[in-house]
Nanobody, 127 residues
């Protein structure tokens, strides 16, 4: 599975961005796909995830609940992260990650669970 992120940029607090993770390779219904971010000097952390076979099955970090929305477009094989009301604390490099997922459980936000990574796209929120 190959992952390529896009959509990052520089915005002001309160503004919005939509990130895209274009995938290629095997069908997404055998994976869980997530968005992760790494702020300068900090560890990478999970932001949101979605189960490829059950697009209504999503999870969000507490810090982004109500502001971010993850979605999957089967036709284009793309996973989106809609980010609204951005804050300076959202600044970082955003990575798309995935792992094979045959479980009926909800997806997980643990970085160590991920087998496939994209190259990342930077997001800077200016206050």
């Amino acid at each position: 599975l190959q992952l390529v992120e896009s959509g990052g940029g520089l915005v002001n607090s309160g503004e919005s961005l939509r990130l895209a993770c274009a995938t290629s390779g095997r069908d997404l219904d055998i994976y869980m796909i997530g968005w992760f971010r790494q702020a300068p000097g900090k560890d990478r952390e999970g932001v949101s995830c979605i189960v490829g076979s059950r697009s209504s099955d999503t999870r969000y970090a507490d810090s982004v609940k109500g502001r971010f929305t993850i979605s999957l477009d089967d036709t284009s094989r793309t996973v989106y992260l809609e980010m609204n009301n951005l804050e300076s604390g959202d600044t970082g490099v955003y990575y798309c990650g995935a792992r094979a997922w045959g479980s009926r459980d909800t997806c997980v936000l643990g970085v160590r669970a991920i087998n496939y990574w994209g190259q990342g796209t930077p997001v800077t929120v200016s206050s």
